[in-house]
């Protein structure tokens, strides 16, 4: 297992040093960027939270301007003249004032859609062109001048008297007409019960007048020197919030401003989607109901664009309606200053971590490498080499004092080398001496092993094939026993199979015959029933016959009680002349009529016989059949009987066979058992003559040794 013991100080210190380095940029770097971030993001957030309350104040005085314009518009005299003027002159009109002044300033207006409102006056000669043609002119400008998308005027019944641009809506009632219940009606109904000099506020909604387009409402009262009401006035809002949040300094190129109502719809369009979103785009996001709550939360959301973005928001208020202004930015693009800076940081501590690097391999190298100078020189020490320099000894650190150190070492080396050279040599002389000993000893004993071991080796060899002999011969025996007396069992058995085949071959061939005398018994009951179907069919031929001979006599006798009718008639026609042939023809026909009964009753039984006799011919054809297919079922059998008399005769001469060999194998295993006991015989003689050899070997080896054992201590 790898440790820092392991690692070698050549590679231990610069390791070291670097690693120090690395952590001490790591953690300066690392702690200078979470502070930097948190700081950023301090700022940011403290940037953004100033930008909103700016945005909030923007709108709100623009809000407080529109009221303060359309209380100082309502409450002026021109306001107060305008719908007096405009009323008498709506009442002038005529009968049904909706259709001509939409006939005059609307499909009779020269000017394009969208600017209806160039026209100053009719040329229909009316007092509604001259009220129209005095106060056209400045609620224009006030509308041009201050951004609005329409002024209106209505009297006291909800008459929309004047309106800046003509829209669908002029000219209706908006308390009884078609856009009663759109918000410029409900923004009438307000102002209309007011008192005073308060301001009713419709939030945006689709305005069906104006094509669909988002509108909202401000309305209030327009009154008389006494303070009675006398019409209301109305501005149609335009998105305020586009025209304040379209500056969107500090949210980089991605960021905009967005204002949402309590459920997250947006009330201003956005430029980074492709479609519109005002009224029908939702946010849904914490950051919304926070805001509206009074807390400052930013939030990550990806609703409307699909990217991630850092949401902030602010509340607003307007007329009791709850907003939230949003500020919404890249999350990358907040996060961009940041991945710069810690680019920088990462860029300056490799730099710094470099240098250390390098300063820290150059510091350890000017201690590392005397120090292996002098362990490759101690290694050299080590392996015997006295001769090395020990080139470090003039040093005045540690590693002079340690190389001075490794000199008596040296020194202590060439004198312990000097005296084993000596002692070498004196050893070598007694091992001379004893080694010519023991050259003689060892040629001796190891022939007389070599010897010993190729009588062990052959005595061994030959006992253990006797005893393999003598196991084969005991085995054999027992073989050649079992083998004799399931020879005499099997001759035996076979006697009995050729005894049970010689019966079932008399039964089967008496079987052939019972099923040959069936045969023929099938043949002729199928003869018979052959003969007896034609004669039956001859038989109902003859009732068919018989049939047709009763229908001739029916013809017959009603042709006669047809004449016995036409006499009765003749008869009645000649009166008393023909009293007596009406009698006869009476007669006749109660023949007639008689004979008719008799052949029908002789046909109904004639049928009865010829059903009786098809059902017979059916039941007769039916039996011959069947005699056919046992005919055919016997001739089948007597074939499989045949077959099987030949197979059991031919067991029969195998079994016979197989009995004769039963009785040889019986008597020839009677010879092998004699053989197998006399080479068990001898294999046992062959054993104990291999035992009593190897003993002597023994014995034999046992001797030697010791008489070697007393050469050696001699």
Same mark, same amino acid.
């Given at each position: 297992?790898?440790?820092?013991?392991?690692?070698?100080?050549?590679?231990?210190?610069?390791?070291?040093?670097?690693?120090?380095?690395?952590?001490?940029?790591?953690?300066?770097?690392?702690?200078?960027?979470?502070?930097?971030?948190?700081?950023?993001?301090?700022?940011?957030? @403290?940037?953004?939270?100033?930008?909103?309350?700016?945005?909030?104040?923007?709108?709100?005085?623009?809000?407080?301007?529109?009221?303060?314009?359309?209380?100082?518009?309502?409450?002026?005299?021109?306001?107060?003249?305008?719908?007096?003027?405009?009323?008498?002159?709506?009442?002038?009109?005529?009968?049904?004032?909706?259709?001509?002044?939409?006939?005059?300033?609307?499909?009779?207006?020269?000017?394009?859609?969208?600017?209806?409102?160039?026209?100053?006056?009719?040329?229909?000669?009316?007092?509604?062109?001259?009220?129209?043609?005095?106060?056209?002119?400045?609620?224009?400008?006030?509308?041009?001048?201050?951004?609005?998308?329409?002024?209106?005027?209505?009297?006291?019944?909800?008459?929309?008297?004047?309106?800046?641009?003509?829209?669908?809506?002029?000219?209706?009632?908006?308390?009884?007409?078609?856009?009663?219940?759109?918000?410029?009606?409900?923004?009438?109904?307000?102002?209309?019960?007011?008192?005073?000099?308060?301001?009713?506020?419709?939030?945006?909604?689709?305005?069906?007048?104006?094509?669909?387009?988002?509108?909202?409402?401000?309305?209030?009262?327009?009154?008389?020197?006494?303070?009675?009401?006398?019409?209301?006035?109305?501005?149609?809002?335009?998105?305020?919030?586009?025209?304040?949040?379209?500056?969107?300094?500090?949210?980089?190129?991605?960021?905009?401003?967005?204002?949402?109502?309590?459920?997250?719809?947006?009330?201003?369009?956005?430029?980074?989607?492709?479609?519109?979103?005002?009224?029908?785009?939702?946010?849904?996001?914490?950051?919304?109901?926070?805001?509206?709550?009074?807390?400052?939360?930013?939030?990550?959301?990806?609703?409307?664009?699909?990217?991630?973005?850092?949401?902030?928001?602010?509340?607003?208020?307007?007329?009791?309606?709850?907003?939230?202004?949003?500020?919404?930015?890249?999350?990358?693009?907040?996060?961009?200053?940041?991945?710069?800076?810690?680019?920088?940081?990462?860029?300056?501590?490799?730099?710094?971590?470099?240098?250390?690097?390098?300063?820290?391999?150059?510091?350890?190298?000017?201690?590392?490498?005397?120090?292996?100078?002098?362990?490759?020189?101690?290694?050299?020490?080590?392996?015997?080499?006295?001769?090395?320099?020990?080139?470090?000894?003039?040093?005045?650190?540690?590693?002079?004092?340690?190389?001075?150190?490794?000199?008596?070492?040296?020194?202590?080396?060439?004198?312990?080398?000097?005296?084993?050279?000596?002692?070498?040599?004196?050893?070598?002389?007694?091992?001379?001496?004893?080694?010519?000993?023991?050259?003689?000893?060892?040629?001796?004993?190891?022939?007389?092993?070599?010897?010993?071991?190729?009588?062990?080796?052959?005595?061994?060899?030959?006992?253990?094939?006797?005893?393999?002999?003598?196991?084969?011969?005991?085995?054999?025996?027992?073989?050649?026993?079992?083998?004799?007396?399931?020879?005499?069992?099997?001759?035996?058995?076979?006697?009995?199979?050729?005894?049970?085949?010689?019966?079932?071959?008399?039964?089967?061939?008496?079987?052939?015959?019972?099923?040959?005398?069936?045969?023929?018994?099938?043949?002729?009951?199928?003869?018979?029933?052959? @003969?007896?179907?034609?004669?039956?069919?001859?038989?109902?031929?003859?009732?068919?016959?018989?049939?047709?001979?009763?229908?001739?006599?029916?013809?017959?006798?009603?042709?006669?009680?047809?004449?016995?009718?036409?006499?009765?008639?003749?008869?009645?026609?000649?009166?008393?002349?023909?009293?007596?042939?009406?009698?006869?023809?009476?007669?006749?026909?109660?023949?007639?009529?008689?004979?008719?009964?008799?052949?029908?009753?002789?046909?109904?039984?004639?049928?009865?016989?010829?059903?009786?006799?098809?059902?017979?011919?059916?039941?007769?054809?039916?039996?011959?059949?069947?005699?056919?297919?046992?005919?055919?079922?016997?001739?089948?059998?007597?074939?499989?009987?045949?077959?099987?008399?030949?197979?059991?005769?031919?067991?029969?001469?195998?079994?016979?066979?197989?009995?004769?060999?039963?009785?040889?194998?019986?008597?020839?295993?009677?010879?092998?058992?004699?053989?197998?006991?006399?080479?068990?015989?001898?294999?046992?003689?062959?054993?104990?003559?291999?035992?009593?050899?190897?003993?002597?070997?023994?014995?034999?080896?046992?001797?030697?040794?010791?008489?070697?054992?007393?050469?050696?201590?001699?």
């Amino acid at each position: 297992m790898f440790t820092m013991s392991s690692l070698r100080i050549s590679r231990k210190l610069p390791v070291l040093v670097v690693l120090s380095a690395f952590l001490c940029v790591l953690g300066v770097g690392f702690a200078s960027f979470i502070t930097a971030r948190d700081n950023i993001h301090t700022m940011h957030e @403290e940037e953004i939270q100033a930008l909103l309350k700016s945005r909030k104040v923007e709108i709100a005085k623009s809000l407080e301007l529109i009221d303060k314009d359309l209380r100082i518009v309502a409450a002026s005299p021109l306001a107060r003249e305008a719908i007096q003027s405009f009323g008498a002159a709506w009442k002038a009109v005529g009968t049904n004032p909706q259709a001509a002044l939409v006939k005059a300033y609307i499909t009779g207006n020269p000017h394009d859609v969208g600017k209806k409102d160039n026209l100053d006056a009719a040329d229909t000669g009316s007092q509604y062109d001259m009220v129209h043609a005095k106060f056209h002119p400045w609620f224009r400008k006030l509308l041009r001048e201050h951004g609005y998308y329409d002024v209106f005027l209505f009297n006291k019944e909800g008459d929309l008297v004047y309106s800046v641009f003509k829209e669908q809506d002029f000219a209706t009632n908006l308390n009884e007409g078609r856009w009663r219940d759109t918000d410029l009606g409900n923004a009438f109904r307000a102002a209309a019960q007011m008192t005073n000099e308060e301001v009713a506020f419709f939030d945006f909604r689709p305005y069906g007048p104006s094509n669909d387009a988002p509108a909202s409402f401000v309305s209030t009262r327009i009154a008389d020197e006494t303070g009675e009401t006398i019409g209301v006035l109305a501005f149609q809002l335009p998105n305020i919030a586009d025209k304040v949040l379209t500056n969107r300094a500090g949210l980089g190129k991605t960021g905009e401003y967005l204002i949402v109502r309590s459920d997250g719809t947006m009330l201003n369009e956005s430029d980074k989607t492709p479609g519109e979103d005002m009224l029908k785009t939702k946010i849904d996001s914490p950051v919304i109901t926070a805001a509206l709550a009074g807390r400052w939360e930013p939030a990550i959301t990806s609703d409307y664009r699909d990217t991630e973005l850092t949401t902030y928001a602010v509340p607003l208020e307007y007329h009791g309606n709850k907003w939230a202004i949003i500020a919404a930015q890249a999350t990358a693009e907040i996060g961009a200053p940041l991945v710069a800076m810690r680019n920088r940081m990462m860029l300056i501590g490799l730099v710094l971590l470099a240098i250390s690097g390098i300063g820290g391999v150059l510091a350890s190298r000017s201690i590392t490498r005397p120090i292996s100078a002098l362990v490759a020189e101690m290694t050299d020490l080590a392996d015997g080499n006295t001769d090395v320099a020990l080139l470090s000894t003039s040093r005045g650190d540690e590693i002079g004092d340690m190389t001075k150190a490794v000199a008596v070492f040296r020194d202590n080396a060439i004198e312990r080398q000097r005296l084993a050279d000596a002692a070498a040599a004196e050893q070598k002389a007694r091992e001379q001496r004893q080694m010519t000993v023991e050259y003689l000893i060892k040629s001796f004993d190891s022939d007389v092993k070599q010897a010993l071991e190729t009588v062990g080796s052959n005595t061994t060899e030959m006992e253990g094939t006797a005893k393999v002999l003598t196991g084969i011969a005991s085995d054999t025996s027992q073989r050649a026993t079992s083998a004799a007396a399931a020879s005499e069992q099997a001759s035996v058995n076979v006697q009995t199979v050729a005894a049970a085949a010689e019966e079932l071959a008399a039964s089967i061939e008496e079987i052939g015959r019972q099923v040959e005398q069936t045969k023929q018994v099938v043949s002729e009951g199928t003869l018979s029933a052959t @003969e007896t179907n034609v004669k039956v069919s001859a038989l109902s031929d003859s009732s068919q016959k018989i049939g047709d001979v009763i229908r001739l006599i029916q013809d017959i006798a009603e042709q006669t009680n047809l004449l016995a009718l036409n006499a009765t008639i003749e008869a009645a026609r000649a009166g008393e002349m023909g009293k007596g042939f009406a009698v006869v023809a009476a007669e006749v026909k109660e023949l007639a009529n008689q004979t008719s009964r008799a052949t029908e009753e002789i046909s109904s039984q004639i049928s009865s016989v010829q059903g009786s006799t098809k059902e017979a011919a059916d039941a007769i054809d039916q039996i011959a059949q069947t005699m056919n297919r046992i005919n055919d079922y016997t001739s089948s059998i007597a074939t499989a009987v045949e077959q099987q008399g030949a197979a059991t005769t031919e067991i029969s001469v195998n079994v016979q066979q197989a009995a004769q060999g039963t009785s040889e194998v019986a008597f020839n295993m009677s010879g092998v058992t004699a053989s197998i006991t006399e080479t068990n015989q001898s294999a046992n003689q062959v054993l104990s003559a291999s035992q009593a050899v190897s003993s002597q070997a023994v014995n034999l080896n046992g001797l030697v040794a010791r008489f070697l054992e007393e050469v050696r201590a001699a």
